[in-house]
């Protein structure tokens, strides 16, 4: 045995006692992704307004909003990502309440102080704002405020009017806003939800005993609540979250500068409403385009139903890996079993999230591990009838077939790193979850079916003498 093959068996030994620590303690986890543990998936599409340009900084401020409000919720492991670059894709592992998750990430949460003066609004009202863009929700019969749209009248140039020497114009009529026939006139924003201390934000009771969200103003602000509070005592100052009234209390008095929102319904709601307020408004609007809650008893069958394919699939190739190469075959099989459980702890250690794809992937590359060794053993099995010894058979056929093996499996890497950039720019998590366990495989393999089957093999054939029997390779 050649000095380079004792070193490679030790390393090989040494990476087996470490494969068996990852895959067999506790002290690493493996990761599994929603498909297999339960969730919510929801990829959000950003919907400029008009005259609005979408920016990459834009974007990006998009995705730290969202991804402040979700940890928020206290979930393990939840992944915000850019998706192309107008979407934003959105896991929620072990999400209970995906409906009020999915409203609270989408919520623009522009919150503004409105000065509406003596005029009253009722809770969901619409409200123009002089900061808020044009509104484009959906009016309801709740709406108060709602009536059907109007088109504009156009109206003819004024025709002047000759009184003596001067040129006298009649005053044209004021134009006719649609919008101000449908949502009101403008109201004036006193203050925004930017000008309130995150600090200070906080879960309280009203003077009823009922959830509100209790704020504190900044200092440059105080002057203008109070100045506005004082003058108009008896009047209203409405509360409005993306052009919807939460609240429009009366002032009693002057302001000092603090107060709570209320929120009309449960704790869960003061605290959607205390994280939209905490993080901060979104920079641009988003849609939600697709949304899949998955259950945590369907992740356990595919967990259980994966495992059954991955048995399945090693004991059919190990039978034929045994019944047709014999002892290469041998070889073949403990060289495939150390590429599954190094396989398994890189993904425990990276960590890599485990999608039911990304298992298919892992399983395919079992497949890519064994055509390498096939190749081999093809070769090993030519030398042999053309008469080689049997060390300098094993040494041709690995080398002549590395050719092969190495241009087929960088064929495949191309091709996963071709649908890992396709994943991330669509939102198909699907998708790069199959490329990165099967790319990951694939380079596993090229040194388990080369370098471990190469060692094993010299191990064998210089401790026990199988010289002159060619048909234990299946030559």
Not at 82 to 98: C, F, H, S, T, Y
């Amino acid at each position: 045995m050649s000095p380079r093959t004792r070193l490679w068996l030790i390393f090989i030994a040494l990476l087996t006692i470490a494969v068996l620590y990852v895959t067999l303690s506790g002290a690493f986890e493996t990761k599994l992704g929603l498909d297999l543990s339960g969730g919510t998936q929801v990829l959000l599409e950003a919907r400029p307004a008009s005259g609005q340009t979408l920016s990459v900084e834009a974007m990006g401020q998009a995705r730290d909003i969202i991804e402040n409000r979700v940890n928020a919720f206290g979930l393990t492991e939840p992944v915000v990502q850019l998706a192309g670059a107008n979407r934003i894709l959105v896991e929620l592992p072990n999400e209970k309440d995906p409906k009020r998750a999915i409203e609270t990430i989408q919520q623009t949460g522009q919150l503004e102080f409105v000065e509406v003066g003596p005029q009253f609004f009722p809770d969901d009202a619409v409200l123009r704002t002089s900061t808020s863009p044009t509104p484009t929700v959906v009016l309801t019969a709740t709406n108060p405020l709602a009536t059907t749209p109007v088109a504009p009248t156009p109206t003819a140039a004024p025709t002047p009017v000759v009184t003596g020497a001067d040129v006298v114009t009649p005053t044209a009529p004021p134009a006719f806003d649609p919008l101000e026939e449908q949502f009101g006139p403008i109201y004036e924003t006193l203050i925004t939800g930017a000008d309130l201390r995150p600090e200070s934000l906080s879960i309280q009771s009203d003077n009823f005993g009922e959830p509100a969200v209790g704020f504190e103003v900044v200092a440059d602000k105080v002057a203008v609540f109070q100045q506005y509070s004082s003058a108009n005592v008896g009047g209203y100052l409405c509360i409005v979250l993306d052009n919807l009234v939460q609240s429009c209390p009366q002032i009693q008095s002057a302001l000092p500068g603090r107060g709570i929102i209320t929120v009309g319904g449960d704790v869960e709601e003061a605290q959607s409403l205390l994280t939209l307020l905490r993080y901060g408004a979104l920079p641009v609007s988003l849609q939600v385009v697709s949304s899949n809650t998955i259950g945590p008893t369907l992740g356990e069958d595919s967990i259980r139903a994966s495992v059954i394919a991955g048995l399945i699939g090693l004991s059919a190739v190990a039978a034929f890996m045994l019944l047709y190469y014999r002892v290469s075959g041998l070889v073949a099989v403990l060289a495939l079993i150390l590429y599954g459980l190094t396989t398994f702890a890189l993904f425990r250690v990276i960590p890599v999230t485990l999608t039911l794809p990304g298992i298919a992937g892992f399983i395919l590359s079992v497949g890519v591990a064994v055509d390498g060794n096939t190749l081999i053993f093809e070769r090993l099995k030519e030398e042999l009838r053309n008469g080689r010894r049997l060390d300098i058979a094993v040494d041709v056929g690995f080398e002549r077939a590395w050719t092969s093996i190495r241009d087929s499996n960088i064929s495949t890497l191309i091709t996963c790193a071709i649908l890992y950039w396709f994943g991330s720019q669509f939102g198909a998590s699907i998708v790069k979850g199959f490329a990165l366990t099967l790319a990951i495989g694939v380079a596993l393999s090229l040194f388990t079916s080369i370098q471990v089957t190469r060692s094993l093999l010299h191990l064998i054939i210089d401790k026990i003498n199988l010289e002159g029997r060619p048909r234990l390779f299946g030559a």
